[in-house]
């Protein structure tokens, strides 16, 4: 966003800022009452003199509980008791550094917010703010007329109010902007370049606000709880839809047997009710007075004695199938009209299915032709639907 909300905590005193970043103008704010609806993020700025930074190296293995070992890591620098301390880290590399700031004091902050009515969205301190881009230097100090900030290559922080006690510095490393310390940190936070040693953020751990991730994952939570509540319901309406049809299908099941013993009363035992009736039809339509091998024959000599003038036909070959009824010859004939009298001669009455194929020419004089009849008897229900 292009407006940001600044307050400094000096020790003393807290100012208010309104920061416009493009183009940048930093302008005080008197009337705290206009913040309480503001939309702006607001940006808290507290000074060095609050804070001690440390540098460590960090062995791979502690990367993953860093947040457990390192206030341990770092309890014989710290002379009060670290467990009142809030401990904050940055990792580069293999190395880690830390800022140590009191409890009571960040929570007088986090109270002072409150009594403000505004939320705060990020907690730097002032000589963090210092940009370090990778350089010879060891060190730079931004010379204010109310004191001098220190930010070293590692990103160790300090503050003093008397640069002459530090003759260690470099004339170089000294620098004197022309602008208050506010209007630098102001500059620092709108200025968009990645800088070598970014600002370490406060507001973490037991002070972290909730994050839009807390609120994802709160929304997740919700919206899981809602799909298991239609799940249930889903599950529910199946399990009643399920019960109504297996209901339909007994009352079905029972109306088929009733239907089934009316028809075939004789069996006691049902297990499939459609193999069952279909196989009592089959052996019905099997059943027909021609479907012997006997009765076949008779026919087929009747259709044979019917053909007018001299016999020529020759019986070679014959196949019986008893279930389904169904009797194969191969007959020779002068000539195709004696196969095609033969097959008439059989198909009268319609009690009978005659197939004539696989005639073919033979060499024999007196039988000019080779054919093959196959005979099956018209089942009863077919022949009491002909007219």
Known sequence: ??????????????????????????????????????????????SAQMVSSHSRQLPAKHKRYLHRTLPYMLEEDIAEDIDRQHVVS???????????????????????????????????????????????HSQIVQCFNDGCLVKSAEGLLAYTDNINQTPDLDASDIQRPNCSRQQYCAQALAASSETFRPAINLLQGKFALENPMAQ??????????????????????WSLLGSYF????????NGSVMIYQNYFPNDKTIIDIQRQATG??????????????????TNLGQAISQIPGPKTILLKS??????????????DAQNIAELENIRFGLKQENRLN?????????NNAETGVTGRLKVTPVPMVQRERSP
């Open 90 to 136: 940055q990792i580069n590399g293999s190395q880690v550094r830390a800022l140590v700031i009191s409890q009571q004091y960040m929570q007088s902050l986090m109270q002072q917010i409150n009594d403000l009515g505004i939320n705060l969205q990020a907690l730097y301190v002032d000589a963090d703010l210092i940009p370090i881009n990778q350089n010879p």
């Open 280 to 297: 009592h039809i089959n052996a019905a339509n099997t059943q027909a007075p021609d479907a012997t091998f006997v009765a076949l024959m």
């Open 246 to 253: 297996q209901q339909q299908a007994e009352l079905l099941q």
């Open 216 to 237: 994802r994952s709160m929304a997740v939570k919700r919206l899981l709880a809602a799909v298991a509540v239609i799940t249930v319901i889903q599950v529910f309406y």
């Open 1 to 46: 966003m292009n407006r940001l909300t600044l307050i400094f905590f000096d020790p003393d005193k807290i100012e208010l800022y309104g920061l416009e970043k493009r183009p940048f103008r930093l302008s005080p704010i008197a009337d705290i009452d206009s913040l309480h609806n503001t939309t702006d993020p607001v940006i808290g700025v507290i």
């Open 318 to 331: 014959m196949q019986w199938q008893r279930r389904p009824a169904e009797l194969t010859v191969e007959i």
């Open 354 to 362: 005659v197939d004539l194929n696989q005639v073919n020419q033979t």
